[in-house]
């Protein structure tokens, strides 16, 4: 398996909860997709000889700002230096005002055949709060009209926990998008980032701190709904009718390989994780296609090589997100003590209904998932103390 | 000796006492411009981060007058806390004279007062100097008005200086000659020197400060300390420059050091008189007191296993802090651990950072409190430093606490508040005198148990920073006391445990119920706070279990941030201790206490 994430930095405008890497000028959009293409190209050989991508994603910022002739160059740059399989599931993230007929239009000459739509919520209070760029209005047009135009491999991302997001609010998100028929859903609780307006709103009294107990409601109602839709809940915060998991993002959860082009984006070999610093300028202005891609270590991109203690901890908080869980012969394999500290440390939780055990498989309960991060971080094996 | 000059620095934390002084050291050649760090005098960083002195240094430079004759001058720096003020009245008792330093933009503070009038007490010579006069916010005349409503002098006796610019400056060291006597003693009279101050060196074993005030000391002299009785070789003496310059003797009037082989701090006592073993003087100096320490409390290993290196840490912390004292004790919550006697809460705090800055150790203080006098009904007298101590209440016949003689100086318009304050703190006004119009000292009988916590904060916070804070031991007053117990689901813990008035104990018990809910982490089940006192409750709070701990998006470019961040959480969960199944972070315990 492997996958290929480009990072498109720029936003029309800052969402107030949003800390990914992005700009809020244009004016290095050429530039950047230039370099990006120039990666493209210096990193060819990333993947071993003869892997398939199985999976890309454009995500952002916001790739729907790229024209449709921009996202033709970055496509053939693509197919150019790699092997793309014929089914492989190409994802675009657009923002509803994006999208309009003429777009779409363009949209339809390149390989994407799935998109990722970031709808948020139904209610203009919620998005004006959150400083979206589109309205209510705009975010059921755009649903009907990529349908109309034959996107039925869609994803929407909605978020949860909001102050201005009511119980009844939010139960109307689900019900919507259910009617519409959505085959995947992407439900976030509201995080206060650090370094990011809202985290500003809170600590200056401008805005109220996330209410854990209305996010853990909006949350069971979620599951709950989710389940009697017939959707499977196969990743923390994914839903997905059968057949419509997410590859590139299952991908992730799974530690196969990725590539990850454009600034700020992240690769993973397995062993290494690589990352670009989260520069524009420097990063349009120093990657070139005359210049090795080791050159530029240091001043474009980063390293770190996980050690097997960092990869089980890894493969424990990834793991125990999705609905296959943690493999105890998996663990067993990357080293016996990992699997000897799992199974002495995961009994606690298995005896409060937090885990549930399954042959080998340890997979969070309903309750444990409101708790993943705590649950993880207690198996979590940390050299110093040894446990 | 007429041509010596023993001076101190009296001025606020800011003044720019060390800038100032590094002016005074440049221009007397005494430190070329290479060696000179910014704030030569103030090396602990400690010292440097808190902008205050703990310990007091000295120096002496050479400096040529217009008179054509060449004087030693020494300056001695003195501690900026209330803490430490029996050190400052020492540094203060071994000069003639003290610059009376005073921010031009910012006018004289309270704490400044009472530091002068300490100076005035001992008859020092005051110099008023007018600091950063080069600042557009400078007030000259103003600041210089107060200057002379408070010590009486003339305008032109106050000079202006900028210790940033270095104008003024050679003006003050002429005043400095002219205007400071010289040291009075007589070189053939028997030895008395002053101890002023120790400094603990691990090369060289303690090295002890101090101005000869009657006698002449030789190298290789038997000497004794005479308050501590104990009898030395002087091995080395010297004189005090940046670094220590040995010499064969030192006479009367001059300041410099000696070392005689001593390698524990606490064997030197501040305020002590060296004379020599044979033909001695016939009294010491007078002034001299055997600092005790006032508040108290456990200092525990984190984890149990470390408290042999615990052990090891405060002796070698004790090596080159006198006043620190310990002793073995066990709780039944922390395991073993110390009970450690201490001058206030900032040489707690200061012994705390040091600890963990100097020695890696990672501790839990408890609760301080006072040292308390129980008397039995059988009639046995017990020392209580520790609550657990205390005599079941029916065993107990009476308790006594100790009281303070406390001054404020601040201004009129703060008298009313900070009246308030000390009569909720149990205190009595004794007199109020006006020593300006516009500088009022207040001087209160206050139990010491109640400047212990957030009484210093409260002081500076409603008197706008302008009040100074004095205290010295009065005596021990009967009381009526009870032992507050914090509970955690039920679990006692001993670590919080406290002595308290009874008037106090119900608004002490909510305020630290009220506190341990902010700073305990939720965790997965209802955590109930209680305040007790024996089997009733008189205060709670309750925590609500975690119910949601979970990150939205975990995809290829959050998987190792989040990593991390989990890691780290679990690393700080080790600096936790467990009481029953609630676990207690470490900065908790320091943070308690913090009321408001």
């Known amino acids: 398996m492997a996958g290929l994430y480009l990072h498109i930095p720029f936003c029309r405008q800052a969402c107030h909860y949003c800390n990914f890497h992005f700009s809020t000028s244009l004016k290095l959009k050429e530039e950047v997709l230039r370099a990006i293409r120039a990666e493209l190209y210096l990193r060819r050989d990333f993947f071993e000889k003869g892997a398939i991508l199985q999976s890309i994603y454009l995500g952002g910022g916001t790739p729907s700002l790229l024209t449709g002739y921009e996202l033709e160059a970055l496509f053939e740059t693509i197919y150019q230096y790699f092997r793309v399989a014929p089914d492989a599931e190409i994802t675009l993230e657009a923002n509803p005002d994006d999208l309009d007929e003429p777009y779409l239009t363009q949209l339809r000459q390149t390989p994407v055949n799935r998109l990722s739509l970031g709808i948020q919520s139904f209610s203009d209070e919620d998005l004006r709060w959150m400083n979206r760029a589109h309205d209510a209005a705009e975010a059921r047009r755009c649903i009907e009209q990529v349908q109309a135009a034959g996107y039925h491999n869609l994803t929407c991302d909605l978020i949860y926990g909001a102050p201005t997001t009511s119980d009844a609010q939010w139960e109307a998100n689900v019900r919507i998008l259910l009617e519409y028929g959505v085959p995947h859903l992407s439900c976030y609780c509201l995080t206060v980032e650090p370094k990011t307006a809202l985290a500003h709103f809170v600590k200056t009294g401008q805005s109220p701190p996330v209410d854990d107990d209305k996010a853990v409601r909006q949350f069971l109602h979620l599951m709950e709904a989710m389940e009697t839709a017939g959707y499977e809940h196969y990743e923390i915060s994914n839903f997905a009718l059968s057949g419509h998991y997410a590859k590139h993002n299952t991908a992730y959860w799974l530690g196969a390989p990725y590539l990850g082009v454009g600034p700020g984006a992240h690769s993973f070999t397995g062993q290494i994780r690589q990352w670009n610093l989260p520069n524009n300028p420097r990063y349009a202005k120093l990657v070139q296609a005359n210049a090795p891609w080791q050159s530029l270590k240091g001043l474009v991109w980063e390293e770190e090589t996980l050690t097997p203690a960092d990869c089980y901890n890894e493969y424990v908080m990834t793991g125990l997100r999705t609905k296959w869980g943690c493999n105890l012969l998996q663990i067993s394999a990357m080293g016996d003590f990992f699997a000897a500290h799992f199974t002495k440390q995961v009994e606690t939780f298995v005896v409060q209904g937090l885990v549930r055990r399954q042959d080998y498989h340890y997979a969070l309960t309903r309750e444990g998932k409101l708790l993943a991060d705590f649950i993880s971080a207690e198996l979590f094996y940390t050299a110093v103390a040894g446990n | ?510 305020g630290i119920c009220a506190r341990l809910k902010e700073l305990l982490p939720r965790q997965q089940f209802v955590i109930a706070i209680q305040a007790a006192i024996g089997a009733k409750i008189i205060a709670r709070e309750t925590i609500s279990a975690m119910r949601k701990d979970v990150t939205a998006k975990c995809y290829g470019g959050d998987i190792s941030r989040k990593r991390k961040l989990l890691e780290k959480q679990k690393e700080g969960k080790k600096k936790m201790r467990q009481f029953g199944k609630v676990e207690v972070p470490q900065k908790a315990f320091l943070e308690v206490l913090k009321l408001n």
Do not use: W
Not at chain 2, 8 to 32: F, N, P, Y
Not at chain 2, 267 to 292: C, M, R, S
Not at chain 2, 304 to 325: H, I, P
């Open chain 2, 1 to 510: 000796m007429k041509n010596i000059r023993n001076f101190c620095v009296i001025a606020h934390i800011d003044h720019g006492k060390s800038t100032l002084s590094d002016r005074l050291l440049e221009t007397t050649k005494t430190i070329s411009d290479r060696d000179l760090k910014e704030q030569t005098l103030d090396d602990m960083d400690l010292e440097r981060e808190r902008g205050i002195t703990i310990k007091s240094h000295a120096i002496q430079m050479s400096y040529l007058h217009t008179d054509g004759e060449c004087y030693t001058l020494n300056m001695i720096d003195t501690p900026g806390h209330v803490d430490f003020s029996y050190e400052v009245s020492r540094s203060i008792a071994a000069c003639e004279g003290a610059l009376l330093l005073v921010d031009a933009t910012q006018g004289i503070q309270a704490q400044t007062i009472s530091n002068l009038y300490l100076a005035i007490e001992h008859d020092l010579e005051i110099i008023p100097v007018l600091n950063k006069i080069d600042m557009d916010s400078a007030m000259i005349d103003e600041v210089a008005e107060q200057i002379i409503d408070l010590i009486g002098c003339k305008r032109e006796q106050i000079l202006l200086a900028s210790g940033r610019t270095g104008q003024g400056v050679p003006e003050i060291l002429a005043a400095i000659v002219e205007r400071i006597p010289c040291p009075k003693g007589d070189p053939g009279a028997p030895l008395q020197a002053l101890i002023f101050d120790s400094i603990f060196n691990s090369f060289r074993g303690v090295i002890a400060n101090i101005r000869i005030v009657n006698g002449t000391l030789r190298q290789g002299d038997k000497v004794l300390f005479m308050n501590t009785g104990r009898q030395y070789d002087a091995d080395e003496l010297g004189i005090l420059q940046l670094d220590y310059v040995p010499r064969q003797e030192l006479s009367a009037g001059n300041v410099g050091y000696i070392i005689t082989g001593i390698k524990v701090s606490k064997e030197i006592k501040v305020g002590d008189t060296i004379t020599h073993l044979q033909n001695p003087a016939a009294e010491p100096i007078k002034g001299f007191e055997d600092v005790k320490p006032m508040v108290f409390a456990g200092i525990f290993p984190l984890d149990n296993d470390d408290f042999e290196d615990l052990r090891d840490s405060l002796e070698k912390l004790q090596l080159n802090d006198a006043s620190l004292v310990f002793e073995p004790e066990s709780s039944a919550a922390l395991g073993f651990g110390f009970r450690c006697g201490f001058l206030g809460m900032l040489h707690l705090e200061i012994v705390q950072e040091r600890l963990a800055r100097e020695f890696n150790q990672d501790v839990i203080t408890t609760v301080p409190n006072v040292s308390y006098i129980a008397y039995t009904r059988k009639g046995e007298k017990l020392t209580v430093r520790n609550p657990m101590d205390m005599p079941d209440p029916t065993i107990l016949d009476y308790a006594e606490e100790p009281y303070i003689t406390a001054q404020i100086i601040t201004k009129p318009e703060y008298i009313g508040a900070i009246m308030t304050l000390c009569m909720d703190k149990r205190g009595i006004l004794i007199k109020q005198d006006y020593l300006t119009q516009s500088r009022v000292e207040m001087t209160f009988h206050l139990p010491l148990a109640e400047i212990v916590f957030d009484f210093y904060d409260r002081l500076k916070s409603i008197s706008r920073g302008y009040a100074s804070f004095d205290y010295q031991p009065l005596d021990y007053r009967r009381t009526d006391l009870v032992k507050l117990d914090i509970k955690l689901n039920g679990e006692n813990v001993d670590a919080l445990s406290a002595l308290v008035h009874r008037s106090k104990a119900e608004a002490f018990g909510r």
